[in-house]
Nanobody, 123 residues
Framework: QVQLVESGGGVVQPGGSLRLSCAAS????????MGWYRQTPGKQRELVAT???????NYADSVKGRFTVSRDNAKNTVYLQMNSLKPEDTAVYYC?????????????????WGQGTQVTVSS
């Protein structure tokens, strides 16, 4: 199993910044894609940003130029730096990690989600 622990959410004024972190743990062999998604009440979860094992990134149009996704492979951690925050960025943010885990003859792939962290942008 792969466990994810998110941190860094909170309340910030428009134009402010926040940094989210998500640390993966467990019997991890390799981590492929990592990313962030967000969800507001009554809406489907939507992609915010992803980063591959090779460092290629992908962003939703609504956050391009304001958010930056990065990863620290030594720490199995993905980050989301959010700048110039807007009220419409208010949501619960979830990290996602696709990994291979296990040991010996027991190796599995996982698509794991964090517990979610609330980001509120309000004056």
């Amino acid at each position: 199993q792969v466990q994810l622990v998110e941190s860094g959410g909170g309340v910030v004024q428009p134009g402010g910044s926040l940094r989210l972190s998500c640390a993966a743990s467990g019997s991890i062999i390799t981590i492929n894609a990592m990313g962030w998604y967000r969800q507001t009440p009554g809406k489907q979860r939507e992609l915010v940003a992803t980063i591959t094992g090779g460092g290629s990134t992908n962003y939703a149009d609504s956050v391009k130029g304001r958010f930056t996704v990065s990863r620290d492979n030594a720490k199995n951690t993905v980050y989301l730096q959010m700048n110039s925050l807007k009220p419409e960025d208010t949501a619960v943010y979830y990290c996602n990690v696709q990994a291979r885990y296990g040991s010996g003859g027991y190796i599995r792939t996982s698509n794991s989600w964090g517990q979610g962290t609330q980001v509120t942008v309000s004056s």
